[in-house]
Each structure stands twice: as C-alpha cells, then as structure tokens.
C-alpha cells in the first residue's frame, strides 16, 4: 500500500513498525456541541482505513481522542449556567450517536485529556528539565519554540514566514512570539488541576502527543486529521513530541481535504453551517457516509442537497442489487451449473480492482466505482438470470457485502416486508392471470397500487415492497 505522506509530499510505501500491526492516533472532536459535516469527513474517511487494514489482515490500534476542556467548554458552560463537565459529557453522548449513526466503528480507545492529566504534567516537566520549555510568571508554560531546529517540517513554511505572522496575546509572558503554550495557569471561575506551576489546565497541543505517548507509544505508524490542523496544531505535537522523546512522533501523516458548502466555505456567517444531526434529520446518515467516501480524501468536496440527493440514488442502487441477490438465495435451487465458476472468477476481478484503488492511497472514489461495477455484472448476469445456482448467489453477495463492509456502506438492514393481506391480494392476482382472467388481475393491481404497493414479476416469483 502507498499513502501520501503529508510530512515528506509524496506517496510512500506504507511500512508498519510491527509486521502485520499497525497504531493510528486520530484527532478527535473538542465537545462543546453538535459535530458538523466537516467533522463528519475525518471520522469517515480515517474509519474506512481502518476498516481496509483490518480487511488485509492488520491488527490496528485505533486511538481518537475527546478534548473536554477548552475555552470553548468553559465558554458554553458558562452561557449554560452549567460546568465543563456537564457539557463535555453531553456532547461526547451527542458524538457518539452521530457516530453510530454513520456507521463509524468505536476506536480500539477513546482517552479524555481530563483522564491524562498527571500524563500531562509529567510530559511538560520532562520539556522543562531538558530546556524545551519554560514556566512563566503567571502561572503559564511555553515551549521555546525556536530552540526546534525541524520546527515547521510537516507544514512545509520557512521559519521567518512563521515569525512574522506571530504575536502575543494579551496577558501571554513569552520569551518569543513563536513560543506555544504547554499549561495555562488558571483564571478566576475557571476549572483548573494542581501542578508544580501552580493551578491550571493543559494547552490543547500536549494533549495528543501525551496520549500517543501513552496509549500507543514514542512513535506511532500513522498520525491522521483535517488538513485544518497541519498547522499549528500538528506541527506543534510534533515539535513536544519529538523534543520530549528524542524520537519520530508518527512516520506517516495523513490529512483529508476541506468540504465547501454549495461551492462556498462552510461558515455560520454565511447561514450554511449544517450539523451531521441537522443533514441526517432530513436525509438520514448513510448519504452523508456515501458522500465523505465517494471521492480522494485528499480532494475538497461540495455539500449541497442536490449532491446529497444525488447519494441516496446512488446508494438505492446498490441496495437493489443487495436485496434482489437476497431474493435470489431463498428462491433458487442449490447445484452449480456450467459456466457459473467463469463469472465467479470474473467477479472476483472486481475485487482486485477494489483492492489495487485502496492500495493507492485510499482511492475510495475508484473503490466505489469498483462497487458499482461489481453490481452492474451481478444486476446483468444473476440478477436478470433465470435461474442462477444458490451458491453462485452466495459467492456474489458475500462478496458485494464484504466490499461495501470495507467502505462502511450497506448498513441498514432490510425491513422484512409481511402483510398477509397484501401477499393474498397478490397470489389472487397470480391465480388470476394463469387463468388469464386479466380483468380480475386488473382491478387487484389496481387495489395494490392504492395501497402504494409496487410489484415486480421476477423468473422466481413477484417482489413486493412499499412506494417508498
């Protein structure tokens, strides 16, 4: 597999630390409100490369964190008449039903930054001791950033660029103006733990890298997030990470593009900021699954509800070919009939194709062109078949399945369709026309069809289903 290297700009053979193991540290969600669908790209796109090393056979450690304290929190408790921790509690139960809703696995851990304190302070004393940081009159602690001779490696900008866009804020005390904060000291009102500087809380660079460090170790296989936080937030990790441990922090880094909405950056200013929750409530999950999915993840994509709509189309054709396979293996006969090993093996050329787009820096988006193909030789040569072997229904919808499994698609399980009423109309129906009785049969498929009942007369017998 090769995977484009954020760090080194290029595609790279994927070599893990461990053969045959692989530890992936994902930035995960600040929880001080609904995830939107920017969020939802990240989450999507980095479970699909679990998914498919998995699906080749990796063992993968998957580590995505929660940040449940930051300005933000403090913020929205404050304005709540609440705390930090009532509002990060609630709005990780919020993520996790968005999550789930997106068919997105629950990494291998999911640690809180308030669960990693004592990590926390151990990680910004070591930087001090080794002359990488300094506490501050206030309380505060900064690293010295300049003392970093790779500081900007993974975001590619000259030093002096990064200098001259630095400032200090009001009420920092640093060395520098580049010089990043470690610890804050703790304001009035505002939730704080003890350490050897005094009362406060982490900065939110530290956190990651003393989770990595202790959930999966110095240095970790791949490091993934939005191409959001390239700067500063990951060149910042690095640059403790690295300082701290004398050690690579991740060898390969892996960021997904930007969404647009309506051709336009999303933005609450602009009225086109939507939550996942907003989108699903309307259009349910899976399409906005379809659409993180459906292209490079390293290209920017463009919600709008055309496109959205446009993903639940293509995702009721791929349903279809599911659900007539499904009819198919109850209604068929079991013994293989010549020629049926011949599309077995061409079906299986799908999946190497399936495979050689995910081996290609996760193309999900020819990996879904491989799905579809897949289902267009499955609708043409079973599906229209008159009569197709049990097993070669099985072979192909095991495989079907198994490849939309690794793109996190197809998880709505089908709604078993029993109406006793309905499947008497429809055998009446039946009856009717072998006796060629076609006003009788008429006026019955008129009556379905005011039920909204749709049929489709298939060489195993009638389909039915709801008008959806």
Request: aromatic share 10%.
């Amino acid at each position: 597999m090769e995977i484009y290297n954020t760090l080194t700009r290029q595609k790279e053979e994927f070599v893990p630390i461990t053969a045959g193991e692989v530890k992936i540290y994902a930035c995960g969600p600040t929880v001080y409100n609904y995830i939107h669908i920017g969020n939802a790209r990240p989450i999507c796109v980095f479970d699909v490369l679990r998914r498919y090393l998995e699906y080749r056979g990796m063992k993968v450690t998957y580590v995505q964190n929660f940040t449940d304290i930051d300005d933000k929190i403090i913020r929205k408790a404050n304005e709540e008449g609440t705390d930090y921790l009532t509002v990060s509690r609630r709005f990780i139960d919020e993520y996790r039903t968005d999550a789930k809703g997106l068919n997105v696995r629950p990494a291998t851990i999911h640690p809180l930054a308030t669960e990693n304190i004592d990590e926390i302070i151990q990680m910004v004393s070591d930087l001090i001791d080794k002359g990488y940081a300094y506490p501050a009159e206030n309380g505060d602690v900064y690293f010295r950033t300049l003392k970093d001779p790779n500081y900007g490696k993974l975001s590619h900008q000259p030093l002096e660029d990064l200098q001259a866009g630095a400032r200090i804020a009001t009420g920092e005390i640093k060395e520098d103006a580049m010089d990043f904060a470690l610890w804050k000291g703790a304001k009035p009102g505002e939730p704080s733990w003890t350490s050897p500087w005094g009362e406060g809380r982490p900065g939110w660079h530290i956190e990651c890298s003393s989770m990595v460090r202790r959930y999966l170790g110095k240095t970790i296989d791949i490091h993934c997030g939005g191409q959001d936080l390239i700067f500063p937030h990951h060149e910042n990790e690095i640059a403790q990470s690295e300082c701290c441990n004398g050690a690579p922090f991740a060898n390969y880094w892996m960021h997904n593009g930007y969404i647009n909405v309506d051709n336009r950056k999303m933005s609450k200013s602009l009225n086109n900021f939507f939550t996942v929750r907003d989108v699903a409530q309307q259009y349910g999950y899976e399409p906005i699954r379809y659409l993180m999915v459906s292209s490079h993840y390293r290209t920017p994509i463009n919600y709008s509800a055309e496109i959205i709509e446009q993903c639940k189309s293509a995702l009721e054709r791929l349903y279809n070919c599911r659900d007539n396979l499904e009819f198919l293996m109850k209604n068929v006969p079991s013994g293989q009939k010549e020629g049926e090993r011949e599309v077995m093996r061409r079906l299986e050329g799908y999946q190497d194709h399936f495979i050689e787009a995910m081996e290609d820096d996760l193309n999900t988006a020819d990996a879904v062109s491989a799905l579809f193909d897949l289902a267009r030789d499955i609708n043409t040569n079973i599906n229209a078949s008159t009569n197709p072997s049990k097993e070669l229904c099985s072979f192909a919808l095991k495989l079907f399945t198994e490849l939309a499994d690794v793109l996190g698609l197809l998880y709505q399980k089908k709604e078993e369709t029993h109406d006793e009423e309905i499947e008497a109309l429809i055998a009446q129906r039946a009856e009717a026309r072998k006796n060629k009785d076609w006003a009788t049969a008429d006026r019955i498929r008129d009556e379905l069809k005011a039920r909204h009942v749709i049929l489709e007369d298939t060489p195993q017998g009638i389909k039915w289903k709801f008008e959806s």
